[in-house]
């Protein structure tokens, strides 16, 4: 079962965050090339982060991408 979002529509960070749900890479890519500072932003519900969604909906190659720009592999979420 995947992970889901709660965030506001119609942002960066929501886009972030669907691209990290569904895999796609290639906007991800491009989201983090105009802030890098995305990766680190959480959800208001469940402070997830990007990574959390991608590996929740088992996209690897997400993972690797956002692990490859320095997102930490041990930040928290709500269920710790």
């Known amino acids: 079962m995947g992970h889901?979002?709660?965030c506001s529509r119609d942002?960066?960070?929501h886009h972030l965050f669907r691209?990290?749900?569904?895999?796609?890479?290639?906007?991800?890519?491009?989201?983090?090339a105009a802030d890098t500072t995305l990766a680190r932003r959480a959800t208001i519900y469940?402070?997830?982060i990007a990574l959390h969604i991608a590996a929740g909906n088992g996209h690897l190659q997400v993972v690797s991408m956002l692990l490859d720009r320095g997102v930490?592999?041990?930040?928290l979420n709500r269920k710790r």
């Not at 691209?19 to 983090?32: C, K, P, R, S």
């Not at 930490?72 to 930040?75: I, K, L, Q, R």
């Open 46 to 48: 469940g402070h997830f």
């Open 19 to 32: 691209a990290a749900q569904v895999g796609d890479i290639h906007a991800l890519g491009d989201l983090l």
């Open 72 to 75: 930490m592999p041990d930040v």
């Open 11 to 13: 942002t960066d960070e």
């Open 4 to 6: 889901g979002l709660s």
